[in-house]
């Protein structure tokens, strides 16, 4: 009877949530607060771009070469594009290019490919491998055999970790989203869900802070300082959003890839970062799919099995002409506004899945992952931050912890008909 009683103060709480997070239009100031514009996310369609800046013609290299912030198919060519060696590509990198990490099921989508992270943890105190100079990333490639970054030094390490790549189209809505409100919901959240919310450095604002929001640790706050230090540390391209103001190449863990590497840097002045992080800004928010009396059943469910606290339905971005990223960025009409359906709390949350690894946040983030956004979860391969859960009941048992396991238990209590509804559900997303 505990239980049940439980289930259903919670269940009041998060039908309030979810009511605060569906309320009718509001007027902000002069300006309608409306949806946002949304994609099916099918490749070589006319609906990725949301309408901030000019959206352009497909680029032809025989015509003419791709120009950075001209217009959303020339920031879409560049972060799609791949990398040579002769452009500073590596020496130690993961990919040639974003889009070889983001492209399902159009480019800027999720896909297959993981990352390695890796370090030692004693005494309560986490360590990077020695002579690693990007944090806990092992790069997986390198252009040249002899400074790959070597197996045994990764062996010597007691925590290893895979991560998959994320999803980052729609991602200026998220980065549009007022630090505070994601404050004031994780305040609205009851014991045992309450999410961590980090400040995170902004590169292009000098290192002042603001909440983190993207990543699988929230380790970055704005787009642009999400390309620059993508750009280093996944393809070995130096520039002046880096975290090192485009001066300190990729080594080899410690050894050096100075023969191996004769492009002055920094190699990219900044524009291309510019343009990734333009790209993302310029997409429109995934759209569900469609929503049949089982997913519409199913929606109802989540909320009353408490899966929506973390996964929140609903936020609305700031009004346009707002100044975010510490001033680095004006949010334009296309962003501002918005009301968008990405359920997530954008926090960190310990759900018994957390990799080990440390990274903004301090110790106490350890074993944290930032809740991650469902929009567009039925083009997703695989499930959870490691890509190691294949189906969505997988994924649902693998959550542990007190409001992981509260969740969880209430799913599995649940009869088989509304369990196969809350699935439904999620292959709407």
């Keep these: 009877m505990k239980s049940l009683k439980l289930l259903v103060v919670m269940s009041f709480v998060v039908v309030a949530l979810v009511c605060l997070a569906t309320l009718p239009n509001r007027v902000a100031g002069s300006q309608t607060i ?67 990490c983001h492209d399902n099921s159009d480019i800027g989508g999720i896909s297959q490919i993981r990352e390695l992270r890796a370090g030692n943890f004693a005494g309560g105190v ?53 630090s505070n409100d994601l404050n004031a919901n994780r305040l609205s959240q009851p014991a045992g869900f309450v999410g961590t919310l980090i400040q995170v450095p902004v590169v292009e604002a000098g290192g002042a802070v603001r909440a983190g929001r993207f990543g699988w640790k929230n380790q970055h ?13 996944e393809m070995g391209i130096t520039n002046p959003f880096d975290g090192t103001n485009g001066l300190t190449e990729n080594d080899s863990l410690g050894r050096s890839v100075a023969a191996f590497d004769d ?16 790209f993302m800004r310029q997409t429109r928010a995934p759209r569900r799919g469609t929503i049949t009396a089982a997913a519409a059943r199913g929606e109802i469910l989540f909320a009353q099995i408490s899966c929506s606290i973390c996964h929140t339905p609903s936020f609305t971005t700031v009004p346009p002409g707002t100044a975010i990223n510490q001033g680095a960025f004006i949010v334009p009409a296309a962003l501002g506004n ?10 960190l949350h310990d759900i018994g899945t957390g990799d080990g690894i440390v990274q903004n946040g301090g110790a106490a983030t350890r074993n944290m992952v930032r809740t991650p956004p469902l929009w567009g979860l039925r083009t997703h391969p695989e499930f959870m931050h490691d890509g190691l859960s294949l189906t969505f009941n997988e994924a649902i048992q693998r959550h542990a912890g007190v409001g992981g396991t509260f969740a969880r238990n209430n799913f599995n209590a649940l009869s088989a008909a509304q369990r196969a509804d809350v699935i439904a559900f999620l292959n709407s997303l």
Aim: aromatic share 8%; charged share 25%; net charge negative.
């Design 34 to 100: 409306t949806d946002a514009l949304t994609t099916d996310m099918i490749r070589d369609t006319d609906d990725l771009h949301n309408g901030f800046g000019a959206k352009g013609a497909p680029i032809d290299e025989c015509a003419g070469e791709p120009v950075p912030l001209r217009s959303f198919e020339d920031n879409k060519f560049i972060f799609n594009e791949n990398e040579s060696v002769e452009d500073g590509l590596g020496p130690t990198y993961n990919a040639p290019g974003c889009g070889n």
């Design 126 to 178: 986490f360590t990077e491998p020695p002579g690693s100079q990007n944090r806990s990333l092992i790069q997986l490639r390198s252009i040249a055999a002899p400074i790959q970054e070597t197996l045994n030094v990764i062996a010597a390490q007691n925590v290893r970790a895979f991560r998959t790549t994320l999803n980052v189209i729609g991602d200026g809505f998220i980065e549009a989203i007022d």
């Design 221 to 233: 706050a704005s787009l642009h300082s999400f390309s620059g230090d993508a750009y280093l540390n």
């Design 263 to 278: 492009v002055e840097d920094p190699e990219d002045e900044g524009e291309d970062v510019e343009a990734f992080a333009q």
């Design 338 to 347: 918005k009301r968008i359906r990405p359920f997530s709390d954008f926090l």
